[in-house]
């Protein structure tokens, strides 16, 4: 099982003029960046062109923001607008709302702030002039007292009657001002205020010291993303009521902006309606779709695109270029790490095959190999070492090891201290299964299985503990089958108990289907079973293994364990990319069906009679298929 790029793919792979990725081209473009979500490319050029909401589901990583981000680059700028509050001097509770060109906003406020300090000036001289006077006067006629008690008066007067020029000039809440292109805003996770505005509180609201309320109007991101892209992450976990204003946004293409929080001075403040012209993009994983506001879903659907995400692209040459763009895109990215020679990057895409988790694929979660680059630079970094080379990327990835995979670990200890699972001799009933964590680290899942007269008359039941969610309870009813199979009378007369020890956060999905068979025909017979051997694999009720997910990081685990066999399917053959030093320490069996699981591992010669049974039972299916 060699899954290592021959000489000839490697020289065709790199081709003659790369040395590091600091020769390879960075395209400008960030729509041109993204890679492997072609359609996704298509539909945002489509979107950006029509001006059409989109709607992106999928893994996280898989550059779902990059590419609202990229369509954000596509929109055209001419079209861009400052947006303005002014007061409005018929009723301050609602400011005025005014648009202008890009950049336009900064100068008029600018030209405001000019002239009202001029006319303060002026103000002043004339005041100066007044007060001077009067106190000359009153000096000359003897009364210089009096002159200054006036002066005094005249001056708290103005102060409080004169109209002030700076509670005029307007407020610039959008501004677009030297932009490149049209705004990005990302609103994931943001409280109302936030996204669709506020008007600040006002602690004093009179005697002269209020600010005007058209100052206190903040713009929300539904604003300052005005004939560009919001993008939200995680749609679903947006409040309902939000979700709601959203749409009215969405459908007025504008949303005044009150205070939101009902006990300040904002909330009295409404202004004209402010304009919000933006192309949303939403986000989310699969539920993130079921748990949406049905009415927001229906308008993108009506009015917009749906792209699922992919997180895996097939494993060719010309793929494997383009994740050698990647490497160069996030070097060039991050801009403090050294570029990587062609041996880091090879190692990268082996990485890269190896979390694609499939057969001939490659792994389309770029932020968490992003993370691997950078790991790998900054270690490349440290050392003053000018290029990042094979080292640093094998030392990074001993590093940069998931939460999950680091829990394995504990829990990896944890089991070793009080001997969970056993991985010398023979136990009857006891079995090393493998379970996935995480979706990127493997642990073994030690399984038990008791046979007893059953105390229910005539009919024996199946009883299987350790928190199982509902496949890994179909999975028993499944395997019950088989086994009904093959030991006929003794299902009838007895219960058979079934345990999966330490599942403290439950047990999903039907990899454990053949570790059952084998515990529960172990325990029946009375064979005990080789406790040097794990096993990953599903089961059909005719007795086919089928296919599991995380056959690697299954067979990883079971290494590091001090397992010295595992059994997998044989359809996850190919899957299998085990890092290089657990390559010696296990031998990996792949079986098609129950019966070979049986002969793997259960010990001794009883075990002849079962296998028997078990292939008549396969053969008897196949016959019936090709008949059929
Ligand atoms: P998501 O929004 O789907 O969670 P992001 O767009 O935030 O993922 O991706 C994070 C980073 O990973 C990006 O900034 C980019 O560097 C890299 N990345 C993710 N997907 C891709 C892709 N398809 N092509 C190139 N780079 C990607």
Redesign the pocket.
Known sequence: MDNEMTPNEEAELFGEDFNTTNSIDVPELLID?????DHAVEVVKKAASQRRHVM?I????????????AMAELLPKEELEDIMTYPNLEDNNNPKIREVPAGKGREIVLAHKMESRKKAQSRNMLMMFLVFGIVMYSFYVGQLLWGIIAAIMILMLTRQFMPKEEMMIPKLIVSNYQKDHAPYIDATGTHAGALLGDVRHDPFQSGGLETPSHDRVESGDIHKSHKGVLFI?EINTLKLESQQSLLTALQEKEYAITGQSERSSGALVKTEPVPCDFIMVA?GNLDAMEKMHPALRSRIKGYGYEVF?RDSMEDTLENRKTLVR?VA??VA?DGHIPSFDKDAVNEVIREARRRAGRKGHLT?K??DL?GLIRVAGDIAHSENAEITTAKHVLAAKKIARSIEQQLADSYLERRKDYQLFTKVGAAVGRVNGLAVMGGDSGIVLPIMAEVTPTQSTGQGHVIATGMLKDIAKEAVQNVSAVIKNVTGENVINNDIHIQFIGTYEGVEGDSASISIATAVISAMENIPIDQTVAMTGSLSVRGDVLPIGGATYKIEAAAQAGIKKVIIPKSNEADVLIEENYRDMVEIIPVTTIAEVIEHSLVGEDKAGIIKKLRKLTEMNAIKMTES
């Open positions: 960046q993204v890679i492997g979500q992106m999928g893994t996280p990583g898989t550059g779902k923001s990059m590419l609202a981000k992450d986000a995400m990647f895109q996030e990215r389309l770029f932020r992003g």
